[in-house]
């Protein structure tokens, strides 16, 4: 039974990023603090580094730029195609995009210096599970690192109600305490973090994004009355006539004992 739920969400997954690996490459916010993460990063020429769910590969081939060499891995192969556009068109030698499940990783204990995600754990069924595998194929004294949206307690369901609508593949984000639990693991240690915003155009969000018909008027809704409510917290607000919101990211990192 579990693995036909994981099959049907994976199914979700290929079906939503295949529809939006286009239009996510073309957001200007999906560029923002990629500098901010490879300084926290301090990777260095001798690194070798996995991007878990590297998605376009935005991040992995900033990666590449100062490691030894880079993998992504994604489960959709639309996004793997736009990742090797991206790799092209930085004429990097030193990725390599693989499609496969995180879930279970196809690679030995302790083989990367660096493993990281961006905007994915949200994705995921079974967190634990993935992070898990993180710290697993992570070296002693590498760096497991998460980005990903963090939410206080009183924005949740709220906020996962209205991502879940946009993007069916959504699971859940997970609030502070969630992932200060996860990073509580007694495999790590030297725990720092950092937080950033992704301010974004909700038209322009829903036209990157693929909702059930009928949902997106469902969205517009909820982010009018979000602007005078505040559930979200997304500080969605007016400028120019037009909805914006703020996405509010954390970069989690420690460093494997």
Known sequence: MRNEIQEEHNRKVIEQFSKQAIPFKKIKGHYNSVDTII????VSKYDKVLDLACGTG???????????????????EAMINQAIEVQNENNLTNIKFELGNV????????????????????HFLDKKQVFEEMIRVCKSKGKVIVVDVALEDKYEKAYN?????????????????????????????NHSKSSYKVDLELED????????????DVLRKIFKNDIKENTLGINSHY???????????????????
Not at 205 to 216: I, V
Not at 241 to 253: A, E, G, Q, R
Request: one cysteine or more; hydrophobic letters at 35%.
């Open 39 to 42: 300084s926290m990063s301090e």
């Open 58 to 76: 935005i991040v992995t081939c900033e990666f590449a730029k100062y490691a030894e060499n880079v993998v992504g891995l994604d489960l959709t």
């Open 103 to 122: 879930h279970k990783l196809p690679y030995k204990d302790n083989t990367f210096d660096i493993v990281f995600t961006r905007y994915s754990f949200h």
């Open 161 to 189: 109600h209205m991502e879940k609508l946009r993007d069916p593949s959504h699971t859940k984000a997970l609030t502070f305490k969630e992932f200060e639990d996860l990073f509580s693991s007694k495999f790590l240690s």
């Open 205 to 216: 969000q829903l036209k990157a994004s693929f909702p059930n018909k009928g949902d997106d």
């Open 239 to 257: 400028k120019d006539k037009k909805i914006f919101f703020s996405y509010p990211i954390t970069i989690f990192m420690a460093k494997k004992k």
